[in-house]
């Protein structure tokens, strides 16, 4: 009897645990589509980037690096995650692809992380249960994981940290499109009830018809757009 109980606490303790999970949040990008800084756009009563890290973490993901570029908006970016306990990591380069903030992030997580899900800063409606599914196939011994709506792919993706080298590496061209593609066999897709994952939020009619669908109102008027 003594030996089975052993048997299973020793299972229990070698299983995948949630809190080996990071996200690497991307938002060094220059938004010059939209013509404003996505991240600190108002969504809700929060700025984008907030519910992005709300719903991470709603999801089971505690541990958060935000990426983010070196200019006056990134250090606006600070001040208003200073009271989130989020890990930042910069990318000095504004011109570069993403590729190459995925690599700061990745450079940037604890040692101890097994695994990170990856999500480009603007996807603010993305429920916490999504999340929470891309944990789980995981935790199931999945090693790259994509949500599915409608048989489209979208984000954020979990990515096992076998890989880490290569996300340090990606191709600039390519980014973790074509990453998935090389590994395709291994990729888990993951069915979700939210067609939010595959909503970008590139313009300002995106943003504006996105916070109209998901509150039921318009962005609050003072916010506009900045000069180009």
């Not at 999970?21 to 009563?45: D, E, N, T, W, Y």
Request: aromatic fraction near 6%; proline fraction near 7%.
């Amino acid at each position: 009897m003594r030996g089975t109980e052993d048997l299973r606490s020793k299972t229990k303790d070698q299983s995948p645990k949630a809190n080996e999970i990071a996200a690497i949040v991307l938002a060094a990008g220059r938004s010059q589509r939209m013509g404003a800084f996505k991240p600190l756009l108002p969504f809700g009563p929060k700025t984008v980037i907030e519910n992005c890290i709300d719903n991470l973490r709603g999801g089971g993901v505690e541990t958060v690096v935000v990426v983010l570029g070196q200019d006056e908006r990134a250090e606006k970016l600070r001040q208003q995650l200073r009271d989130t306990s989020i890990v930042f990591a910069v990318n000095p380069d504004p011109n570069s692809e993403m590729s190459a903030s995925i690599a700061c992030g990745v450079r940037a997580l604890p040692q101890l992380m097994k695994a990170a899900v990856i999500s480009p800063a603007d996807h603010a409606a993305v429920p916490s249960d999504v999340v929470a599914k891309l944990l789980a196939e995981w935790r199931r011994g999945a090693q790259l994981v994509k949500p599915t709506w409608n048989d489209r792919g979208g984000h954020p993706v979990l990515v096992d940290l076998k890989f880490r080298d290569e996300l340090l590496s990606l191709d600039p061209d390519g980014g973790l499109k074509a990453f998935f593609a090389v590994h395709q066999e291994l990729v888990s897709r993951v069915p979700v009830n939210s067609n939010y994952i595959a909503r970008d939020m590139d313009t300002w009619d995106d943003y504006a018809a996105l916070h109209r669908e998901v509150f039921g109102v318009p962005p609050p008027a003072q916010v506009s757009r900045e000069p180009r």
